[in-house]
């Protein structure tokens, strides 16, 4: 059973940072491009970071220059570090497979930027 579990999320001011972290479980975690996504109130849920083992992370153009992707394949943990927050980053963040989520979505982790 594949299962995700998203971390790290909370309250920050514009320009500031967070980490995100998501363990991943079963046998998926080196198989599949994995990736972040993040659902932002009445909005659709959107790819904003995905990586494959050996591969170099690529990101949505709103993110692009102020997120990091990075994956620990002896963890099975996926990481998102955010910087140069704004409120347009609050949402639920979550991860899955690249690149529309080929499992079942975790409860994600919500963020918040605010002053």
């Known amino acids: 059973q594949v299962q995700f579990v998203e971390s790290g999320g909370g309250l920050v001011q514009p320009g500031g940072s967070l980490r995100l972290s998501c363990r991943v479980s079963?046998?998926?975690?080196?198989?599949?491009?994995l990736a972040w996504f993040r659902q932002a109130p009445g909005n659709e849920r959107e790819l904003v970071a995905r990586l494959v083992t050996g591969g170099s992370p690529s990101y949505s153009h709103s993110v692009k220059g102020r997120f990091t992707m990075s994956r620990d394949d002896a963890k099975n943990t996926l990481y998102l570090n955010m910087s140069r927050m704004n409120p347009e980053d609050t949402g639920v963040y979550y991860c899955n497979t690249a690149p529309g989520g080929r499992y079942s979505w975790g409860q994600g982790t919500q963020v918040t930027v605010s002053s």
């Open positions: 079963g046998s998926v975690f080196s198989r599949f491009e």
